[in-house]
């Protein structure tokens, strides 16, 4: 009688998504515990200014906190799917059998909360035919994004290893670095290569998984269970492999401020400053800023560094040129020039919703947190319902062992 109504079909897909909500809540809690790593630093690197690269190029001057957000939003936009992908596997396939359910009157609704479903599949053939399937391809979606998401923040950090003086390292020692065999002078950073490369399987992984999905008719067992158990296991792993990561680094503020004032990355700021305060085409104050870095660069001035009196002829020659109606004199004082080009001062003076200044920062800091929070309380909801419901069942089912009924 104990088989009646059941079949390998709604009992292997109900296991298999019982599993794989446990690797979602798993894979949500590990998160959790890296964004509070990184947010912690965040916290501590508002003021510090650092380099921000496009197209492997210095660009723009950027707190390292806002930096650090970036990456952030990308693991926010992870959490959430990861809920979205909960709440469209928790459906019960439970008493719909093979294809088409089954002449005896099953119970489907109790079952499901034995369970901790949040409701039987509303289909009988979707239940262990497709389903398991999306559910599938749905996770490796969302792996897919945070291996991504690693392997491109610690490839940015790698970029500091090329240098001789990096603004960002790891502390040596321990996992963190090795030396060289052959090489005594160097310490290769040991950890982020592995993790790196750890975050590459996952995402490789993470595309075998939709492969093996690939191009098959309805009910074959290839893609299913635990064929794609690795791939959430080592996500856990990843996560916190990347947390070792992040508690390693090791930011120079001062070196980082000596990097941004090697190159022009406050040049942009120059040509915003003259079409916003003095209404000078931005075609000109553009050219003019450009030309800046240009003389800079060929006679090894730093921004700092450059000779107010030359700044004022080479507006001269650009307005003369580009826009003969207007002033050749050079609007801004020598003290308006210098201030312009001080990317601290250009962090504190954005004004943009979203930016990096410190009003902006308290905002978005507050608001992760809250975040965070409320991921960790909604992944602790799910377990411990899953719990309630498992110790009823136990709790039930040995009631009915133990009734006379049965005895």
Not at 186 to 192: A, D, F, S
Request: hydrophobic letters at 35%; charged letters at 20%; aromatic letters at 8%.
């Amino acid at each position: 009688m104990l088989h009646i109504g059941r079949s390998s079909q709604d009992m292997h897909a109900a296991a298999n998504t019982m599993i794989l909500r446990d690797y979602v809540l798993d894979i949500s809690e590990a998160l959790s515990k890296t964004m509070q790593i990184m947010l912690d630093i965040a916290k501590r690197n508002v003021d510090t200014i650092v380099p921000n690269y496009t197209n492997g190029v210095a660009a723009q001057p950027n707190s390292y906190a806002h930096y650090l957000f970036g990456y952030l939003m990308s693991f926010q936009r992870d959490q959430e799917k990861l809920r979205q992908a909960y709440e469209r596997l928790n459906y019960s396939p439970m008493g719909t059998t093979v294809l088409n359910g089954t002449s005896w009157p099953l119970d489907r609704q109790r079952m499901s909360q034995y369970l901790a479903f949040t409701a039987p599949t509303s289909n009988a053939y979707d239940a262990a035919q497709t389903k398991p399937i999306d559910e599938i391809i749905d996770i490796s979606g969302v792996i897919t994004g945070i291996g991504l998401h690693i392997g491109t923040f610690i490839q940015d950090v790698m970029t500091q290893y090329a240098q001789p003086r990096p603004w960002i390292i790891l502390q040596e020692g321990g996992d963190n670095t090795y030396v060289s065999s052959a090489m005594p002078q160097k310490r290769n950073p040991g950890i982020l290569i592995n993790t790196r490369r750890d975050a590459s399987s996952v995402v490789g992984d993470a595309q075998a998984n939709i492969m093996r999905a690939h191009n098959l008719a309805p009910g074959f067992i290839d893609p299913k269970a635990n064929s794609y158990w690795p791939s959430l296991s080592e996500t856990v792993k990843l996560l916190q492999s990347f947390d070792k990561c992040l508690l390693a680094l090791r930011i120079n503020p001062e070196r980082a401020f000596e990097e941004l004032n090697l190159d022009w990355t406050a040049s942009q700021e120059v040509a915003d400053y003259l079409v916003r305060e003095y209404k000078v085409p931005f075609r000109v104050g553009h050219h003019f800023a450009s030309h800046l870095v240009s003389y800079a660069r060929e006679h090894g001035i730093k921004p700092l560094e450059f000779p107010y009196p030359e700044a004022v002829k080479i507006y001269s020659e650009v307005i003369k040129t580009e826009y003969p109606s207007g002033d050749p004199r050079l609007p801004l004082t020598e003290e308006q020039l210098k201030s312009i080009l001080n990317p601290r001062e250009i962090i504190k003076n954005r004004r943009t919703y979203g930016g990096p200044q410190p009003v902006e920062m308290e905002r978005q800091i507050r608001e992760m947190q809250e975040s965070i929070n409320a991921q960790e309380r909604w992944t602790t909801e799910k377990k411990e319902a899953i719990n309630t419901a498992l110790n009823q069942l136990d709790k039930d089912f040995s009631e009915v062992l133990n009734s006379p009924a049965v005895k």
